[in-house]
């Protein structure tokens, strides 16, 4: 392959094994990341075929969706759902039987897979990186290409660490510009969303550039990387640089002395050649985006926190039309309605999205002006083990725990109604999350997703409310 | 995997834009370690009252919808979560086959690999398919996967399908094993590529394997 090369393509020619004809190829995975919900049927298959695992080294597997986020000392046996329980002890057994690495419940590195794998240096520049969650697309945050699988390709990977695959279509989203006081990558994210949809990057693998992701650091870097797949996208991606070896260097997983300097200069190469063609442009006005919070239940439905609920009577495509009554029906709100001062029962920071230390940080400083408001359950959930550490360094903790949010060990939680922390039907959450779908966190439960700090703001002025305003 | 050619059977129209995978099986009835028996979770919040009881407005619960073996649907037909336990409910329930406009990535592979068609049909097309098998009595169809035709009784729509995708569909065949046959060019690229995994043996021993 000759001629400009986009990062993508780079990424791909490098680990393209084998040319299975139709424009399918085998393509080669360095990393694989495993859970509890998406992998026991999978090692079953592998199991019923007589196969075995053929990189244990290259797999990683750690239990997060199911897990309590409390009494976590207690590990295993504190999973009071049975079938909970089951699927993390399958993990165990699995992890076990095939000498694949394992992050302990009760362990120093448990965490998120998205959270802690990055932590420990397994996600690096340039490596391929997948797992059977759609959100492995954070990981593209570090110039790797990573994307979340079915469990039928959680077996395959297991079996031959590969994929087959075709080449996705390119998508170009250069954001210029600098983000104003407040606006973080989330709303930039939600922005995109909401500009282009939620299938507009369908087929395609994003390349985010420009002034705004250049001055992001890491954890706002794998929050727009995250939220890709809300766009469709299967990946996301940004060149390392600077920042990049910066927070890679002195991690467990992470070539050190001599080797990282000869690391570094070759990652520095992994970059979009000058003229590299993208099948798709779209271009953000970094200053233009304001904090942004969601309205319905796809993450498309969003506008500015000064916007208003939009009215399907204004909507002239039928299909449209009837999706937006379906969503206003069950978020329970009126069309003309201001976001603003819209009241909620629940604030959830955390998830994938949005539980780094950074995240907890600008949250931490929203808390510190007030507290939770009378009627409101929030929540603070850490990552991982690792952000709850450095969190209580750092007295985060106390900061939330004297503003009235509850102070969580690491896991999903309430992103998904998979474990005890969940929506009860008809409540409203301000969310930092990244679905909004009927039922997403809990039956009934009703989210609105937005940042960490205006998560933080609601939770203080009981409605959602403009971050801008508080601090 | 069983390989699909041909299939006959009820299309049930969903009329319902971006169908997300927690909307066609909620995070709850994910808490399995085996594929099948989902069938019951499929699209649970549309097929049930909060109650409990059958909700009976509901497509999949009228006749002669309730048997669908083929659903009709729009837009990004699948996107979220990438839980292959949304196309096992659906398998499990009986549907072989989603015509839509346009599928989500990951669904649509998770499709393929479990003997599912997801047929893309044109967004006015689609629209007409669905308009044809909101009548009962013109509920049945056929999808002819070797000729790539949908056959309604009043015509045959034809549709585009990735020649490695029909084949596969068609002859249900095992891909890890035909993955495994490229054993040695796999493990070409591993021995050129020593450097990625020379720092891993570290992140077994910090988490104490």
Redo the contacts between chains.
């Keep these: 392959m000759t001629g400009a090369r986009t990062l993508y393509r780079k990424v791909w020619d490098a ?1 393209a ?2 040319d ?5 190829w ?1 393509l ?1 995975i ?1 990393r694989h990341l495993i859970y509890e ?2 992998s ?2 999978a090692f ?1 298959g592998l199991r019923a ?1 007589g ?1 075995s695992v ?2 244990p ?2 797999s ?1 597997a750690v239990a997060d ?2 897990v309590p986020t409390e009494f976590r000392a207690g590990g295993l046996a504190a999973i009071r ?1 049975q ?2 329980r ?2 993390v002890a ?1 993990l165990e057994a699995n992890a076990r039987e095939f ?1 694949i ?4 419940l009760a ?1 120093p ?1 448990h965490g998120i897979v998205h959270v802690t794998a990055p932590e ?3 996600t690096l520049p340039g ?1 391929t990186i997948v797992c ?3 959100h492995t697309s954070t990981h593209g945050a570090f110039g790797a290409l990573a994307f ?6 959680v ?2 990977v297991l ?4 994929l ?1 695959q075709k080449p996705s279509r390119t998508m170009f989203v250069d954001i210029r510009g600098a983000l104003g006081r407040g606006v973080s990558s989330k709303d930039v994210a939600l922005a995109l969303i909401g500009q282009i949809g ?2 507009g990057g ?2 395609h693998v994003i390349e985010f550039a420009g002034e705004a992701v250049a001055a992001m650091d890491m954890a706002a870097r794998m929050t727009l990387c995250n939220m890709a797949i809300e766009a ?1 996208a ?1 990946a996301g991606m940004i060149a390392p640089d600077e920042t990049t070896f910066r927070w890679l260097k002195g991690r ?4 050190d002395g001599e ?1 990282f300097m000869i690391e570094c200069a070759r990652w520095a190469e992994l970059r979009s050649d000058p003229g590299a063609v993208y099948d798709t442009m779209v271009t953000l006005d970094a200053a233009a985006i304001e904090p942004m919070v969601t309205w319905g239940t ?1 993450p ?1 439905a969003v506008t500015t926190i000064h916007g208003i609920v939009p009215d399907p009577a204004q909507e002239p495509d039928t ?2 039309r ?2 937006m009554e ?1 969503m206003l029906a069950y978020m329970d709100i009126e069309p003309g309605r201001p976001l603003a001062g819209l009241p909620i029962d629940a604030a959830f920071i955390g998830s994938c999205t949005n539980s780094r230390i950074e995240d907890l940080r600008a949250a931490a400083a929203v808390a510190r002006t007030g507290t939770v408001a009378n009627g409101v359950r929030a929540l603070v959930v850490p990552g991982s083990a690792a952000v709850k550490r450095q969190a209580e360094e750092e007295g985060l903790d106390a900061i939330f725990r004297a503003a009235g949010f509850e102070w969580r060990d690491a896991g999903c939680s309430m992103c ?3 474990n005890p922390d969940r929506l009860r ?1 008809g409540e409203r959450c301000a969310s930092t999350s990244n ?1 909004n ?4 966190q809990g ?2 439960g009703r989210t609105h997703l937005m940042s960490p700090a205006m998560v933080a703001a609601a939770a203080v002025a009981g409605c959602l409310t403009d971050v801008r305003t508080i601090s | 995997m069983q390989p699909f050619l041909t299939l006959t059977g009820i299309a049930a129209p969903l ?4 169908v ?1 995978t ?2 066609i099986l ?3 009835f ?6 099948t028996g989902l069938g019951e979770g499929l699209l649970h ?1 549309l097929r049930f009252a ?1 109650g409990g009881g059958e909700n009976p407005d509901f497509i999949l619960n009228r006749d002669p919808w309730r048997g669908a073996s083929i659903l009709v649907a ?3 037909f699948g ?7 949304a ?1 096992w409910a659906l398998l499990d329930y009986g549907i072989r086959c989603i015509v839509a406009p ?1 599928f ?3 669904f649509f ?2 499709c393929l ?2 003997g599912i068609l997801p047929v893309k049909l044109e967004g006015c097309k689609a629209q007409q398919l669905m308009d044809i098998v909101s009548r009962p009595e013109d509920a049945e169809i056929t999808i002819d996967l070797e000729r790539r035709l949908v056959l309604t009784r009043y015509g045959q729509i034809a549709f585009r399908i ?3 995708h029909r084949e596969r569909l068609m002859t249900g065949a095992d ?2 094993g035909l ?2 046959r ?2 040695d ?2 493990a ?3 021995r050129r ?1 020593m450097a ?14």
Excluded: W
């Design positions: 680990h094994v084998a299975l004809g139709g424009g399918e085998l080669y360095d919900v998406t026991p049927q079953e075929a196969r053929r990189r080294d290259l990683f969706h199911n759902d079938d909970s089951l699927q399958a000498a690495p394992y992050a302990a362990g590195h420990l240096g397994l490596l059977g969650d759609s979340g699988i079915g469990t039928s390709e077996e395959h079996a031959t660490q590969t087959v939620t299938s369908t087929g469709g299967r467990p997983g992470v070539p080797d796809s498309e299909a449209r009837a999706q379906r998904l109604g998979l039907p679905r779908f009927e039922g997403r039956p009934g | 009329p319902i834009a971006n997300d927690d909307m909620p995070a709850r994910l808490k399995t370690i085996s594929r919040a909060p729009l837009d990004n996107c979220g979560s990438s839980r292959e336990h196309p346009d989500a990535d990951i592979g998770n690999k479990n990735d020649a490695a891909e890890i993955s495994l490229h054993a060019a796999i070409d690229h591993e590529n990625n995994a020379a720092t891993v043996h570290r992140i077994a021993a910090a988490l104490g394997a």
